[in-house]
């Protein structure tokens, strides 16, 4: 389109942007949907609320991925109305990224099939694990993109963006304290993990 432009840095604008938001929520529609998917439905149970009971590690690792999942969505939406322009490396980061959220239902169901086990402690290593590779490369994304206003949309509030900036670099470290409770103490690594989740849902940035 005409109203696309080009720097010589490589630098998008305009409609680009728009089709790597809408890349960005088809990947993270499709991460979302698979979570529910590995939970099996008990076939022919002579006790089927006994079964499903029984699944409740299976519900939990669902209604925790699926939250923290929406989270990052949110959160991908929100930098992106900061966001005026785009470039190659960007795009890398981004996809990056989007690799480790659908990535996300590998160690979700490791948690589900390992919680009530004695291997609940590697699951959750491995669970809380790739929550600090999503938000380092979260903050990552969003620290190249703001570095000198790199890829922002001028005018913006400094406030807006120091605070923004301050969010993302506690991300990693509270999440990595859940990934070392983990080889502690299960229930406090999984209560961090919920808290975090809670949290992130009222936390605005």
């Given at each position: 389109?005409?109203?696309?432009?080009?720097?010589?840095?490589?630098?998008?604008?305009?409609?680009?942007?728009?089709?790597?938001?809408?890349?960005?929520?088809?990947?993270?529609?499709?991460?979302?949907?698979?979570?529910?998917?590995?939970?099996?439905?008990?076939?022919?149970?002579?006790?089927?609320?006994?079964?499903?009971?029984?699944?409740?590690?299976?519900?939990?690792?669902?209604?925790?991925?699926?939250?923290?999942?929406?989270?990052?969505?949110?959160?991908?939406?929100?930098?992106?109305?900061?966001?005026?322009?785009?470039?190659?490396?960007?795009?890398?980061?981004?996809?990056?990224?989007?690799?480790?959220?659908?990535?996300?239902?590998?160690?979700?169901?490791?948690?589900?099939?390992?919680?009530?086990?004695?291997?609940?402690?590697?699951?959750?290593?491995?669970?809380?694990?790739?929550?600090?590779?999503?938000?380092l490369t979260f903050a990552t994304l969003w620290s190249y993109a703001a570095h000198d206003g790199r890829l922002l949309t001028?005018?913006?509030?400094?406030?807006?963006?120091?605070?923004?900036?301050?969010?993302?670099?506690?991300?990693?470290?509270?999440?990595?304290?859940?990934?070392?409770?983990?080889?502690?103490?299960?229930?406090?690594?999984?209560?961090?993990?919920?808290?975090?989740?809670?949290?992130f849902t009222v936390f605005d940035l």
């Amino acid at each position: 389109m005409a109203g696309d432009k080009q720097t010589r840095s490589g630098v998008i604008e305009a409609r680009e942007t728009g089709r790597l938001e809408a890349f960005s929520d088809g990947v993270f529609a499709i991460a979302i949907t698979l979570l529910i998917l590995q939970i099996d439905v008990p076939l022919h149970s002579a006790h089927l609320l006994r079964d499903l009971l029984h699944k409740w590690p299976s519900f939990l690792a669902y209604a925790l991925s699926f939250l923290v999942i929406l989270i990052m969505w949110v959160n991908h939406h929100t930098i992106f109305r900061l966001i005026s322009r785009i470039d190659r490396r960007f795009l890398i980061l981004n996809g990056v990224l989007l690799m480790l959220i659908t990535f996300l239902n590998y160690p979700t169901a490791v948690l589900a099939d390992y919680l009530t086990s004695s291997h609940a402690g590697t699951a959750l290593v491995l669970y809380n694990g790739t929550f600090v590779f999503v938000a380092l490369t979260f903050a990552t994304l969003w620290s190249y993109a703001a570095h000198d206003g790199r890829l922002l949309t001028p005018g913006i509030d400094p406030e807006r963006i120091t605070m923004i900036n301050r969010a993302y670099r506690r991300g990693p470290f509270i999440y990595f304290t859940a990934f070392l409770m983990a080889f502690v103490s299960v229930p406090l690594s999984l209560a961090i993990d919920i808290g975090l989740a809670v949290y992130f849902t009222v936390f605005d940035l």
